[in-house]
């Protein structure tokens, strides 16, 4: 398993968003986000069902992992996740973050995750209860709060978004867990901070950070440097 960052006291790790990138380029966009000093890339799988809109799959995921070094996580907004996890392993991701709300065993599709050696995520909606991912907690990673509903970048922040995160790091402590919370949609320099300051280990960016000149600037800005 590849080693997996944990961010510094008080910063966060950064995850750009490759649903922003240049698709016609991924080599020069990959190297550019790791020379901006990305942590980790965050693979965007939609699968027109789930979510209205269609990315890639494992094929690309395979690619992107020849591609760079800098460890991979295979977001999966899929209503049916637990039939592509070998395959997603096998591509060579990292991380499989999939939703509490697929049509699935999520319980038994993130031990499964963990049995083919990734690290194991799961993610909510912004509509649904933060009480539906805490029987799960024994099991998991990571937790990616969706701060804006999934199918889509561009979309505007949840200002609900660090309340959840905040009640997450609660459980964390209370559970005495090790588990990362992540954050993802609608993440700039201001709602970034935000997050943070609630609880977030990592920021996932996809246009603030992807459409910006200086990539590396805004890398720092949401790290917290
Ligand atoms: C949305 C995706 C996000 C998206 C974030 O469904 O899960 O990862 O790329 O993009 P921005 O940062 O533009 O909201
Ligand atoms: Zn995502």
């Given amino acids: 398993m590849t080693s997996w960052p944990r961010p510094a006291e008080g910063r966060a790790l950064v995850a750009p968003s490759l649903l922003s990138a240049d698709f016609a380029d991924l080599g020069g966009e990959l190297a550019s986000l790791a020379g901006a000093g990305a942590d980790l890339m965050h693979l965007d799988v939609m699968d027109g069902h789930f979510v209205p809109n269609l990315t890639f799959g494992p094929f690309i995921c395979e690619a992107i992992r ?22 997603f392993a096998g591509a060579g991701v990292d ?3 999939i939703h509490v709300e ?3 065993d999520v319980g038994a599709a993130l031990e499964r995750i963990g049995e083919l050696g990734c690290r194991r995520g799961l993610s909510l909606r912004p509509a649904t209860d ?9 099991r998991v990673d990571l937790v990616l709060v969706m701060s804006v509903p999934p199918g889509f970048g561009g979309q505007s922040f949840d200002p609900a978004a660090p309340d959840r995160i905040a009640a997450l790091r609660e459980a964390r402590r209370e559970q005495g867990g090790r588990w ?8 700039n320099d201001r709602t970034g901070a935000l997050c943070r300051q609630a ?5 996932v960016s996809g246009s603030w950070l992807l459409k910006a000149a200086d990539r590396a600037a805004r890398t720092a800005l949401l790290r917290g440097n």
Avoid: K
């Fill in 130 to 138: 933060v009480g539906e991912v805490l029987p799960l907690l024994d």
């Fill in 66 to 87: 020849r591609l760079t070094p800098v460890p991979l996580d295979a977001h999966l907004m899929m209503t049916h996740p637990h039939r592509y996890l070998e395959a």
């Fill in 199 to 203: 609880g977030a280990d990592i920021l």
């Fill in 180 to 187: 990362l919370i992540s954050v993802d949609g609608g993440i």
């Fill in 102 to 104: 697929a049509t699935c």
């Fill in 95 to 97: 991380a499989i973050t």
